[in-house]
């Protein structure tokens, strides 16, 4: 993928996930989860095991045999992934492609890394399946990102509530892009 | 019953992003200020009370400050003359006490200004309000009369058309139009008083959001001091008040220019943080007074 939004002089790149990608990758998300959702996910959960947690998943995912169904994109810069989304194709017979999970690097947020992460995702799923609509997830108390999603073009269309990693119950607002092609070529990039 | 009054001071376009922020973080917090029984707006504030009180989420107002700029209030401003402005602005910083004689004297030169047309002012309110009529719900908007000087309080009674009373209320002297109720014209209620807190007397928690008063230049110093006076006054009728300007990393983020609207994300986004912080001191407050 091209080359392109320097954050200061570093270039970022946009590539599809590899293995060598599983530790960064789970460190990454285990960061973002334990900043980001405490309070809906247990302290238990988040001092423990989580890093352990997202080993396994990443280690599973990057080597699956079923990896046609799911691709991860990562945002890297000067050697280190900054922030990945992972997309799992045809998740849902309603709302198609679950974005199921979109992490940007804490000190690099607001340099417009996760919305192009979204175009890239966005680009992904319609070459895969030109019809396919895209949705995700996000906490409920999570205003900031509820908003990010609102003003990128995502629609609410309901919520669930569900159990975490760890245990407890969350509930999640499902947000929906019945066009994700709104995602890209777009004033936003 | 005890009763939550939120006041909502003007501050253009930049005050409107961190108020909105503002209460997005109490929001994320668990305080929830769209709930409070009186909404006070004035300018800036008279938009975010009103699209809070017509039922828009704070989802909904964030996601408009976060999203990339549509160049309508640029163009907006540019109907107006900045030197002229400026010398408005100059003799608003000027004024020791607000008297109805310096109102009118405002209210005058805002009526002789150059500035966009007032049927396209309105009409951009109108267009933001999506055409909505008044709530069901007591908001107060704050405009002044260019002519008297008098103050005119806005509200469901009035008999004005919603977007046309948020008009006037943002109708910023010397930069927008003033804009006409009646046969008469109104411009920005902050020329009375940034806040104008006393609206919300006999309150029981009033959460009054100031994004002018922080800085030491400008008409700072003159709303700041307002703001503090009408909290004082709260204060000592009985009511648990808590004033917020904006802290260091929001002033930052505001910058010196509130109309521009290139930094509306970073302002809201300044906001939020803030507004997290302050969660904790008003849990206490805020609560209390809606759980009695």
């Not at chain 1, 996000?138 to 629609?155: H, K, M, S, T």
Request: aromatic residues 6%.
């Amino acid at each position: 993928m091209r080359a392109e939004l320097g954050i200061g002089v570093a270039p970022v790149e946009w590539r599809h996930a590899t293995t060598r990608d599983i530790d960064s990758i789970a460190a990454l998300h285990a960061d973002s989860w334990r900043r980001n959702y405490r309070g809906a996910y247990s302290d238990a959960f988040l001092d423990g095991d989580v890093l352990a947690d997202r080993l396994a998943v990443w280690t599973d995912r990057l080597t699956s045999a079923q990896r046609q169904n799911h691709c991860t994109i990562v945002a890297e810069c000067d050697g280190g992934v900054v922030g990945f989304a992972h997309t799992i194709f045809e998740h849902d017979p309603t709302w198609s492609a679950l974005l199921d999970n979109l992490h940007v690097t804490h000190e690099l947020k607001g340099h417009g890394i996760g919305t192009r992460l979204m175009a890239e995702t966005a680009q992904t799923v319609i070459e895969r399946a030109p019809s396919s609509g895209m949705y995700l997830w996000v906490l409920e108390g999570n205003i900031a990102a509820q908003a990010f999603y609102a003003a990128r073009g995502g629609i609410c269309t309901g919520h669930e509530s569900s159990e975490p990693p760890g245990g407890g119950t969350v509930t999640g607002h499902r947000y929906v892009w019945p066009d994700p092609s709104v995602l890209f070529g777009h004033k936003w990039l | 019953m005890t009763q939550n009054a939120l006041v909502l001071g003007g501050g253009g376009a930049l005050g409107i992003s961190w108020e909105v922020g503002l209460l997005a973080g109490l929001l994320e917090e668990g305080i929830d200020t769209t709930e409070a029984q009186l909404i006070v707006g004035t300018s800036a504030g008279s938009v975010v009370g009103t699209q809070i009180a017509i039922g828009e989420s704070l989802v909904e107002l964030l996601a408009e400050q976060v999203a990339p700029d549509d160049g309508r209030i640029g163009a907006l401003i540019a109907g107006s003359e900045p030197a002229a402005t400026l010398q408005l602005f100059t003799r608003w910083a000027g004024i020791e006490e607000v008297t109805p004689e310096v109102r009118r004297e405002i209210g005058e030169m805002a009526l002789g200004a150059k500035t966009v047309s007032e049927p396209s002012w309105v009409e951009y309110f109108e267009g933001r309000l999506d055409g909505k009529a008044w709530p069901d719900r007591d908001l107060r908007i704050t405009a002044v009369d260019c002519d008297s000087g008098d103050f005119r309080i806005w509200d469901r009674q009035s008999g004005v058309n919603l977007a046309r009373a948020v008009a006037s209320s943002c109708a910023v002297p010397g930069l927008f139009p003033a804009v006409t109720v009646d046969g008469r014209r109104y411009t920005d209620g902050g020329v009375r008083s940034g806040t104008s807190t006393d609206l919300a007397k006999g309150f029981d928690s009033v959460l009054i959001v100031a994004p002018i008063g922080a800085r030491s230049e400008g008409i700072d110093p003159l709303l700041g001091r307002q703001a503090r006076q009408e909290a004082s006054a709260l204060r000592a009728a009985g009511s648990r008040v808590e004033l917020v300007f904006p802290d260091a990393g929001s002033l930052e983020a505001i910058g010196l220019n509130r109309m521009d609207a290139s930094r509306r994300g970073l302002s809201a986004e300044a906001g939020m943080a803030q507004g997290r912080t302050l969660a904790a001191r008003l849990a206490e407050s805020w609560a209390k007074a809606a759980a009695a």
